[in-house]
């Protein structure tokens, strides 16, 4: 239909359609994961990226070699399969363990007819070879100056191992051979420059997420990123049953701080203190999150936790940081904190009924002497 009809090459065309179906899957991945998301269902973004891939790149090796099935060139499309192998197993990294790849290729051997060559036996054997070591070298090859040099080499060493075995099957000519491999390097090379171009743009939304939803300074979630959450957090505690539970603690005469040793002072002081709470919750449970929600004002979010669950972590970050000493300009600036700590109560009608109260804790601490905690 190309070459007869329109008097365009079935090369050119094959790049557009190997770029529609990647383009194709990009979007069916991203539709997923909105919806997803927009349903609350916490799934990571690798694994539906892992799950999609398998599922749709099976369906797409399986459905093009269906129309060739038994064919003197039933090898036709293999260039397309083996696009679909590189874009697994090195793009989307989908780490399978190779046992787990025999009964898939040994099914696409009974598919096509091929279970009775050797041939097809030692193409099927270095199949998984080709896919395990593109998948084990995806990390170690970017750790490399140029990652395209391991990417395009093994796929090269590998795309002509396996035409061989083709070329032994089928009996097709050298030039034939050469013709094929030369096209399998091609549709690498688009490949990587075109998924690099989809990362790369990836990478940049995944840039901008993070600087709206960080603190600048302190890199701690800022006041947006605690918003989303404990609305998300409250109204999954309120509809499932259950516990939710919230800090709040500010950095007592914070002012003076500044007035006496400069806002630079300051800063450095705020910084200090984030990177103290954050290495307690790193130590102890990463769903706990911190957010920096005023000036010197933090929030700690205890998702799935009751008063007395938070009560290890609390006094760890309270000691942690009472009478911490900061050193600024060869002075050393001491510190200390009060805290307001409650959980969600049945007469919360919003999040911020829950924020009153663990803020009405903190401002009996600082009301009666501060650097204490209270969990009224």
Known sequence: MTWLVWRVSPFITSIFFILGVFTLFEVLVDWIKVKLHSKDINIKDHTVESVIGILYMLIFSFGMQYSILGQSYSWEFMNFQLIAIVFCAYFLNIRIPYYYLFPIVLLFMIYNSSVGYWESWCHAITLIVFYVTMNKGYLWSQKLKSPLFFYLGTGTFFGALLWYFMKLKFDFSWTTYVQELSYLVIFELLLYSYVRMLFRDDRLKARLAEVASHDALTKALNYSAYETEVKYLFKNSKDNNLSFSMVMFDIDHFKRVNDTYGHLAGDRVLQHTVDVVQTVLNANDSSVKLYRTGGEEFNILFPNYDLEGTQTIV??????????????????????????????????????????????????????????????
């Open 315 to 376: 006094e760890e970050i309270f000691t942690a940081l009472n009478h911490l000493k900061v050193t600024f300009d060869d002075k050393e600036i001491e510190i200390s904190v009060s805290m307001g700590v409650s959980q969600i109560s049945n007469k919360d009608a919003t999040p911020n009924d829950f924020y009153k109260r663990v803020d009405n804790n903190l401002y009996y601490s600082k009301k009666h002497g501060r650097m204490q905690i209270t969990t009224i």
